[in-house]
């Protein structure tokens, strides 16, 4: 499982992956400037990205993504899963929650096509 973490500001994207890294040391976290994501994306093909805006680019290479906003000091979350900002100050464990099951559905979709059973 990889985790691509390009969100703003600086100190979140690096309190996320000191954390991701703590409490999820098989998942291999990687930090990029938000400036670069698309690139890295298409490069890196990580399984979860974070960032702050996605583009056609994220939402087509990654099975998941999470925009994180701040805005007027409140923390703003939109996912993959939903499409629409859901959460308003949410803490750590709604990000941690959110690659578990990203983890677990690429787990799942791995045994799929491994079985032959399906996409």
């Not at 690096?14 to 990687?30: C, G, K, M, T």
């Not at 087509?60 to 996912?79: H, K």
Request: proline content about 6%; overall charge negative.
């Amino acid at each position: 499982m990889r985790i691509l973490l390009a969100n703003e500001p600086r100190s979140y994207r690096e309190a996320f992956a000191d954390a991701f890294r703590a409490l999820r040391p098989h998942v291999e976290v990687i930090t990029v400037e938000p400036e670069a994501i698309e690139e890295e994306v298409l490069r890196l093909r990580p399984d979860v990205v974070v960032c702050s805006r996605t583009t056609p680019a994220i939402r087509t290479a990654a099975s998941s993504w999470m925009e994180v906003l701040v805005e007027n000091e409140a923390l703003l979350v939109r996912t993959s899963e939903t499409g629409q900002f859901y959460d308003l100050n949410p803490g750590f464990e709604t990000l941690l929650a959110f690659v578990d099951r990203s983890e677990k559905a690429q787990s799942t979709r791995h045994r799929r096509v491994r079985s032959g059973s399906g996409p």
